[in-house]
């Protein structure tokens, strides 16, 4: 019935629980003492989902300790499963023709820099000749180029959906969007000096460098793969920290994008450099890109995410000046849940 049963052996423990992103309980559940010493308890019914959570055992969180199967958000490894019949048949592996992920490093002459970026090419990318239009997709705070392929299962997701046949076969770029970063931890110079954090706490945060210098990775990614070079064939979208990248890269290069999708978009005035040029005028840009013309701009916000009140106030400002865009209004919050769905949603409207 897509309920789920957790068992846990700590005969000496005095308090075990779950905490999970599944909506029932808000994921706290306390489990229940058997006499053997094993802990247990089952949730809900839960819908078609990848889920992740945690044990807390006398106040350690911890991951499950005979679960192999995790993933890391931000600084903090969580166990994961599925819950098939939806969604979640998306996240999985299944018998379908399979694109390639490949790391890539590009400089960046504006962030004076070697960066890494991932990169996904679609089935049979190379035994043809065929050239692709291009998704970039960009992460949130605390995340790396790594987040949409472990978190989001983008790879997976554009498998199913090109088997399908329910969108164009496409590449998906998926840059380190930390300007004073240029890749995962540990996959730098740094090794493991430094620990995952929310990128608020880097330099370089929200401060214009990375919106400006974005330019250099569409004319590395055009140089280095068999794209289609144009607006018509360039979407752009961004969970978070990555819909406010998303909008100001829209608005700063009107002519180079043709989709725009902000995934609860991180458009309050936190953080933000006022002094910066990419995020001056900004009714003046949205007229820009007005008149340069775009053919879906693609808004999605859950009811109860803590950006909801930002949103609605930027499509206000939208639809002051007539503007046209999709509004997507899903349940819950800030959630990866949520982001993948969208991906669900955004990916089969692209380059029809």
């Not at 006398?58 to 166990?79: E, H, K, Q, W």
């Not at 916000?301 to 803590?306: E, M, P, T, V, W």
Request: net charge neutral; with cysteine.
């Amino acid at each position: 019935d897509n309920s789920v049963t957790f068992y846990v052996e700590a005969p000496k423990a005095k308090s075990v629980s779950v905490k999970g992103d599944w909506e029932a309980n808000e994921g706290n559940d306390q489990m229940t003492k058997g006499k053997n010493g094993t802990w247990s308890y089952t949730t809900p019914p839960l819908p078609s989902e990848m889920y992740t959570y945690r044990l807390n055992i006398d106040g350690i969180y911890n991951i499950a300790p005979n679960n192999p199967f995790s993933c890391r958000d931000v600084g903090t490894l969580f166990s994961l499963f599925y819950i098939n019949g939806g969604n979640g048949d998306y996240y999985q592996v299944r018998d379908v023709p399979h694109g390639n992920v490949t790391t890539t490093w590009y400089h960046s002459d504006i962030l004076g820099s070697e960066r890494r970026l991932s990169v996904y090419t679609p089935p049979f990318y190379d035994k043809n000749i065929q050239s692709y239009p291009v998704l970039y997709l960009l992460h949130g705070s605390g995340g790396d180029e790594n987040a949409w392929l472990e978190l989001g299962r983008t790879a997976r997701i554009m498998d199913n959906l090109i088997a399908e046949g329910k969108i164009q076969p496409m590449l998906v770029v998926m840059p380190n969007g930390n300007p004073s970063k240029q890749a995962a931890p540990g996959e730098t110079p740094d090794n493991l000096n430094y620990k995952p954090a929310m990128s608020n706490s880097f330099p370089g945060y929200k401060d214009g460098s990375y919106e400006k210098s974005f330019t250099e990775i569409i004319h590395f990614i055009d140089n280095r793969y068999r794209t289609i070079p144009d607006k018509r064939h360039r979407a752009i979208a961004g969970l978070s920290m990555g819909g406010f990248h998303t909008l100001y890269i829209s608005l700063n290069y009107p002519d180079y994008f043709n989709y725009i999708g902000l995934f609860s978009a991180g458009l309050s005035a936190n953080g933000v450099d006022p002094n910066s040029p990419m995020y001056t005028n900004l009714d003046e840009k949205l007229g820009n890109l007005k008149r340069s013309g775009y053919q879906l701009f693609w808004i999605g916000i859950g009811k109860d995410d803590f950006l909801y009140d930002a949103n609605q106030q930027f499509r206000q400002r939208m639809d002051s000046l007539g503007m046209k865009y999709q509004y997507v209004e899903s349940t819950r919050g800030h959630i990866w849940a949520n982001w993948r769905a969208y991906l669900l949603q955004f990916a089969p409207m692209l380059f029809k």
